[in-house]
């Protein structure tokens, strides 16, 4: 990607993700004749053909995905490189550590590692922000944090530095008095196939929900309250028990996968506080 420029992996991504140059053209705000003789200077440029066009369709080449792919990350990387930047700037001499995590988890070991930090010399401010399920990759990536605690397999740590902070197995979420918090163990089928109690539909990277007969939910609070009027139930790591309210049970689950808290940071980050940070994390 030698010589290629910022403005013309913007036009390039923006077409691949229409494939459709009238709504990319509208989307960057620009007219679109310029828009098709830039792609096309591209590809020119690069020796290769990124879209394969007829009358009435576009589609991407092979070349062309991997562009997608690649230039994504690249964009991302730029515009995270202009909100750390201003963020430092900002911060006047007080530079301090955004940590993102998903609202409701992490909830005994997070304010251990906040404790176990402070405790350091030279700790600085963190900044905790809550996100919904699946933002904190996102927010990472883009810049608006400096630090991020992934909960794998369900969160994507790829590209990340990462050390592991704890391993656990997941448990069922049923309403207090359900039938099944009798037992002494479940399996997932038990669970999903609940006659009443669908699982819930989380929020995608898009925002959109996917299909099914559970509810929408978009944070933690929400889902245990539905369990609790009888209106859902879940599957959650076995630390979620230490905060859940008395109308709530938990049953151990056999075949859950188990569930790896990881912090995540970039893997350019020169940061000593954010070092710091992570070493305490690893000592928990």
């Not at 679109?32 to 990124?50: D, F, M, Y």
């Not at 998903?102 to 922000?129: C, F, R």
């Not at 509810?215 to 879940?234: C, E, N, T, Y």
């Not at 109308?247 to 990881?262: C, E, G, I, Q, S």
């Amino acid at each position: 990607m030698a010589g290629m420029e910022t403005r013309e992996l913007r036009y390039f991504v923006a077409v691949a993700e229409e494939l459709h140059f009238g709504r990319a053209a509208e989307r960057l705000g620009i007219a679109q004749p310029p828009l098709s003789r830039a792609i096309q200077q591209l590809e020119r440029r690069l020796g290769v053909t990124l879209l394969d066009r007829t009358n009435r369709t576009i589609a991407l080449t092979e070349a062309g995905t991997v562009l997608l792919h690649e230039g994504r990350a690249a964009l991302d990387a730029v515009e995270a490189a202009d909100r750390r930047t201003r963020r430092a700037a900002a911060a006047s001499g007080d530079p301090g550590i955004v940590l993102v995590t998903k609202a409701g988890a992490s909830s005994e070991l997070l304010p251990k590692l906040l404790d176990a930090y402070a405790a350091e010399p030279g700790a600085v401010t963190v900044d905790v922000l809550l996100c919904a399920p699946g933002e904190q990759e996102r927010l990472l990536r883009d810049g608006r944090a400096d630090v991020a605690l992934l909960h794998r397999p369900f969160d994507s740590a790829a590209g990340f530095d990462t050390e592991e902070l704890r391993t656990e197995e997941q448990v069922a979420v049923l309403p207090a008095g359900h039938p099944l918090t009798a037992r002494a163990h479940l399996r997932l089928a038990d669970v999903t196939a609940l006659p009443g109690l669908p699982m819930p539909r989380w929020p995608g990277p898009d925002g959109t929900y996917p299909d099914g007969p559970g509810p929408r939910v978009h944070d933690h609070a929400q889902l245990l309250q539905l369990i609790a009027l009888g209106r859902a139930a879940a599957v959650l790591p076995e630390s979620s028990r230490a905060r859940l309210p008395r109308d709530l049970a938990t049953v151990p689950l056999l075949d859950a996968p188990k569930v790896t808290t990881v912090i995540a940071w970039p893997p350019h980050s020169r940061s000593l506080a954010l070092a710091g940070l992570v070493r305490a994390a690893t000592r928990l």
